[in-house]
């Protein structure tokens, strides 16, 4: 069933102890869309300069992204940099120029408005409900959001998410937004905001899923090299929605399938894995899902007992 | 079939955010053979001093463990107090009175040498060696280390563990010992250093086995409340002989069932999961086998998809 993603298209700066690219695709939206094609139809929000290429905008439709969404507005795409550290659990910002995208307000084309279908990637909150507004008929919502956020501008995204299906947050945000240093009762009281849903990324550690009744933990895949974990967690959040998308579950029923969270958990760390094996979205070029599925079955393998 | 563990009992004192303790049972080999003693027979060798309570040996045996080896000799038992950081994931050492332990010599009595399964806790690397050459046909033998020994005792240290079956050992000290930063690598490399079987323990993060035609990885149990952490690594250890030895399994065959060696992992985790429970050895007075088998079930029910 049909996907909208909603969030930034840019273009990144790299440095990670494997070397180095100036200047690459990236944004929340292109690894969320890219990594969510493999499961379903995605349609993309958001907005890109005049100097964003064509053989980048080949990439996502030749995954078969719509692009009907993606404005092109005068100025320069979302430029990011950032600097990672020896073992690459930290990163440094070295730049930021929003450009084209300090003035994002995001609109759905006609087409995109019955979906049933959203992730509301990592902007502001008020624009993530603006978007959401716009839809009609939605199974499922879920999104993202960061530190920056949670911190200035708690009640607008305590708001937002009271409408959501899901929240989709790392360890350290969830501590963040909650209150709470224990992850299990940070998770009980993001429940208590409004998802039914809550899955906390765990970086190298994994992701964890909570609802009221249930909870489910995977560790993360082991990697013998890591070249970029730049988009891993966006790669997450596309394998997990894509998944349940494929599925068409609803999360708001009180009769979903366990197996279908659990697997949908899998398939974003999967995505995730993969992300880290190239440098920004390269692995996506040559990426099958028969590839998906082999690295499915090696989580049941390396978990099961 | 019955286990031979060796290394140190000690009086503790701990500070955590719940409360602290002044003095209370402790030590490597206490840990690791209450948590051995729900699976198999174990026989401990350590040394205590003058001022070892009726009561803490009376504890030992009444979990069948058999005190033989325990040596009581002129002076005080070892002595060690800590200080835990507010999230638990650091301590600091305030004291640390070696006593009776700075002339730890281990004798085996002759009851204990026909013994197949032997655990060697962390004491000096020689020693540990010396111990191991006292037993007559031992089938299993895996030890522990610590950073001390790694960095001042490398040479007498890799050459105990090359006659070992299987290491176990923390995160930050597999790093250490192998000089990899990669967990899959720094693995390999140990194997190389004659191990068949590596276990690396990751804290809160659970803890994972390597072998050279497979590994298994499990996620931390998720407590509510972690009261104190003493303890919980050698608990995993005594979970993971104990249930080995209680399966009679001999990690030198090729033909090692994989999944005893995955519920080894479980029988460990759910054991250092319930150390944290209460402080010190305290949850150890009323723990049952039933606790285990339920912990142990709920670990599937939040692993399986």
């Known amino acids: 069933m049909s996907l909208v993603v909603v969030g930034s298209i840019a273009y990144d700066a790299v440095e990670t102890p494997h070397g180095r690219v100036d200047r690459m695709l990236g944004g929340a939206c292109t690894y969320i869309a890219l990594s969510a094609s493999y499961f379903t139809k995605c349609r993309v929000v958001a907005v890109v300069g005049e100097d964003f290429a064509q053989e980048d905008a080949d990439l996502?439709?030749?995954?078969?992204?719509?692009l009907e969404g993606m404005e092109r507005a005068p100025g320069k795409t979302f430029f990011w940099s950032g600097v990672y550290s020896h073992d690459m659990n930290d990163r440094m910002t070295m730049r930021t120029d929003l450009n084209v995208f300090a003035d994002f307000n995001p609109k759905l084309p006609e087409s995109y408005r019955?979906?049933?279908?959203?992730?509301?990637?990592?902007?502001?909150?008020?624009?993530?409900?603006?978007?959401?507004?716009q839809m009609n008929g939605l199974r499922l919502t879920g999104g993202d959001t960061m530190n920056y956020w949670i911190q200035d501008f708690r009640e607008q995204l305590v708001a937002t998410i009271a409408e959501w299906d899901f929240l989709l947050i790392n360890d350290s945000e969830a501590r963040m937004l909650s209150g709470e240093q224990n992850l299990r009762r940070a998770a009980n009281?993001?429940?208590?905001m409004g998802p039914n849903t809550v899955v906390i990324k765990r970086g190298e550690y994994g992701a964890m899923l909570f609802r009221r009744d249930q909870y489910f933990i995977v560790p993360g895949y082991l990697l013998e090299e890591v070249f970029d974990p730049t988009g891993a967690g966006d790669?997450?959040?596309?394998g997990f929605i894509g998944y349940l998308a494929e599925r068409g579950?609803?999360?708001k029923s009180g009769?979903?399938?366990r197996r279908d969270l659990a697997r949908a958990v899998i398939y974003g760390s999967?995505?995730?894995?993969?992300?880290?094996?190239?440098?920004?979205?390269?692995?996506?070029r040559s990426l099958t899902r028969d590839d998906i599925e082999r690295r499915f079955r090696e989580f049941r393998t390396f978990t099961e007992f």
């Open 60 to 66: 996502l439709a030749g995954r078969g992204v719509d």
């Open 189 to 192: 009281v993001i429940l208590d």
């Open 249 to 251: 579950c609803d999360l």
């Open 255 to 257: 009769h979903v399938d």
């Open 270 to 284: 999967v995505m995730g894995s993969y992300c880290c094996e190239k440098f920004g979205v390269d692995r996506f």
């Open 114 to 133: 019955t979906a049933p279908y959203l992730f509301l990637g990592n902007i502001q909150p008020e624009l993530q409900r603006t978007v959401r507004a």
């Open 235 to 238: 790669s997450f959040a596309g």
